[in-house]
Every structure is written in C-alpha cells, then in structure tokens.
C-alpha cells in the first residue's frame, strides 16, 4: 500500500483539546486538590494530567507509525487480554466505596475497561474482515459476538459499572451493524432485549441507586440535598456562564459545590468558564474530530481499516454525547468522562493511542 501524509486536522485537533483539557482540568481542580486532605497540593491534577498527555502523545506517535493492519492478527490473544484484566479487578481491583473499577500499578490507577474497550473493537474488526459472511448468520455470527460483548459488558456492570457496560453494548452494535449485520436479526434481538429490561425494572428495588439515578434525572429537585445535588450544580455552573462565560479560572462551582468537577462534570465548568460560545466550540472540535473519523472509515483501503477507524471514531463520539448529554441533564449520570479533556490517566492515553491508530489508517486512505 502507498504510504500517504497522515491526517492532520485530526492531529491538530486532538492536541488542541489535549492542551485545552490540562487548563480546564487544573483550572478545575486546583481548590479542590489544596483542601483535599490526602493531597493537599494545588498542582496535583495539572502535574498527573500533564504527564500523562506526554505518555498518550509518545504512544500515538508509536501507533500512527505502526501499521494498523499487524494489530489484525492479535485480535483474539487482545480480546483474551481485555476479558482476563475485567475479571482480575473484580479480585484484585483497588476497593473503593465497595467499588472495583481500578488496578493500582506503582502508584497509579489504571482502568481496564478503558484496555478492554480497545481490545473488543480490534477484535471485533478482525474477526469480521476475516469472515465476512459469517456476520450474517443469527446465531454463529451475530450472536456469538453478542455473547462475547455480553460477557464484558457483564463483568463491568458487576464492577459495578453500568454506564461504561451500556455504552460497551452500544459501540459494540454500531460495529457489528457496520460490519453487515442484518436488520432482521437486530429486530429480533432488540425485542428480547426491550423485554428483558423490562421485566428487570420491575424486579428492581425502587431504592436502588441506580433506579435514584433514573428517577432523579427526571427531576433532580425532588431530591436537591441528595441524589439531585450533583444534577442541580451542573445546571447552576452552566446557567451562570451565559453567552461569554465567567472568565477563564473564575468558576464558582469548584469550590467544592460541583463533585467530580475535574473528570464527569469539567464540561459544566467549560460552560461556566467559558459560557456558551466556548463550550460549543469545545463540541464543534468533537465533530471535526468524529467528521475526519468517519471519512476514514469511508476511504479506507480494507474492511479491517473501515471497522477499526469507525470503532475508534464511534468510541470519541459515544462517550462525547453521553458525558455532554449528562452535564446538561439530558440523561441520567453515568461515570463517564469527557474524552481528552476530563482528568484521567488511562482514559487520555487510550483515546490518545486510538488517534494514533486513525492517523495510521489515514496515510493508506483512497481519495474520497
């Protein structure tokens, strides 16, 4: 294949939100990390960030030059990986609040299902490119896969977490129907699946948290002390922002009104901030980033190419919507970070690592 330049509104884009999210996530955290008892440094957030934007920048640089087409021929040994270190954390995983989501490596907190989530996407792309006509199929093809997804998805609401477990399911489909996966059997499964949850909500105790959380986002001010606070501050930092914003660093809501100001929540303080005219600024650098994604996948010069670009793209995208979508009380709170931007490791270098997978695709495009 003909080597082409890689895809540069792509690599400058991601950098500008990079460098934008280490600002916001200092100017987000640095009341909340000074008072914190256990840190106690104003400079935490921005130090961790900051070297963690070098390592996810030294690892696209790794992966725009290694040739995305090596990675075909690791996907099962890679899916074995993803599915071993979901069901390690459940063991092994750092406790917190009853809650095994982390592995602590010399100090630092990794996430597997941010591993497993790239895992599943090679996977899934190798597996259909190499077997086209098996997709197709109700139970070898689609439903084997939709077991395989299962299975992990399964394992991280066990964790528990749920939010990351949907959109599992969802960036999983979103493949599979890229990949050729008839409408007919994706009814059929659709309709069992509607069912099932059904008949789970109403099995499901009403003072689950989970349920608290459904029922308090569609309306967070029957509970405002309590399952409704987070909800309300958000709406409060994003209300008070107006047209132009606060000012850079001049958020009231960090001052420890807003939880999770620096990862769930940073879009709220990006509105506060920088009003509406920088936070729709920060959302239209998102769909540059997910516009180039999917003329990759469109121009790429094999399926394997197209599926690994279009799971990577729809992986930015989906948890874009879903963070952007939580802040402004458009869907009940899930855990999930604002890609490139929210504090966290591990995230950052993953997203990081799959720009540096699309740039690699990229160089070997066909004209569109």
């Given at each position: ?95 917190l609040n009853n809650v095994r989501r982390w592995y602590n490596v010399f100090g630092v907190s990794v996430q597997p299902s941010e591993i497993a989530k790239f895992t599943l996407i ?40 749920l939010s990351t477990a949907i959109s599992f399911v969802i960036l999983a489909l979103i493949i599979l129907y890229i990949g050729g996966a008839k409408m007919l059997h994706f009814g ?181």
């Amino acid at each position: 294949m003909k080597k082409k330049p890689m895809d540069y509104p792509i690599f400058i884009t991601t950098i500008i939100l990079v460098c934008f999210g280490i600002v916001m996530v200092f100017s987000s955290s640095f009341y909340m990390a000074q008072h914190r008892e256990e840190i106690q440094d104003s400079y935490y957030f921005l130090k961790t960030q900051s070297q963690w934007a070098v390592i996810g920048l030294v690892v696209m640089i790794i992966m725009s030059n290694f040739g995305y087409w090596r990675l075909k021929k690791y996907g099962g040994a890679l899916l074995v990986l993803g599915i071993g270190l979901l069901v390690g954390v459940l063991f092994f995983g750092v406790n917190l609040n009853n809650v095994r989501r982390w592995y602590n490596v010399f100090g630092v907190s990794v996430q597997p299902s941010e591993i497993a989530k790239f895992t599943l996407i090679i996977y899934l792309a190798a597996s259909i490119s190499k077997n086209k006509d098996r997709i197709k199929r109700p139970i070898a093809g689609l439903g084997y896969y939709l077991l395989i997804v299962g299975i992990m998805a399964g394992l991280i609401f066990i964790q528990p977490n749920l939010s990351t477990a949907i959109s599992f399911v969802i960036l999983a489909l979103i493949i599979l129907y890229i990949g050729g996966a008839k409408m007919l059997h994706f009814g059929v499964l659709a309709a069992g699946g509607i069912t099932g949850v059904m008949v789970l909500l109403k099995k499901v105790d009403p003072t689950d948290y989970r349920m608290r959380r459904y029922l308090t986002f569609l309306d967070p001010w029957v509970d405002p002390a309590g399952d409704g606070f987070q909800v309300i501050q958000s709406l409060y930092s994003l209300g008070s922002g107006g047209l132009f914003g606060m000012g850079l660093g001049q958020s009231r809501q960090k001052f420890l009104f807003l939880p999770y100001a620096e990862t769930d929540f940073i879009f709220a303080i990006i509105g506060e901030e920088l009003g509406f005219i920088g936070a729709s600024l920060v959302i239209v650098l998102f769909l540059i980033l997910i516009w180039r994604g999917i003329k990759i996948a469109i121009t790429a010069p094999d399926l394997f190419g197209c599926l690994l670009a279009a799971g990577i793209t729809a992986s930015i995208g989906l948890q874009t919507v879903i963070n952007i979508a939580v802040v402004t009380s458009s869907m009940p709170a899930t855990g999930l970070p604002l890609p490139f931007i929210s504090a966290g490791g591990s995230s950052l270098a993953f997203f990081m690592a799959g720009i540096g997978v699309l740039l690699n695709i990229s160089k070997y495009c066909e004209k569109a």
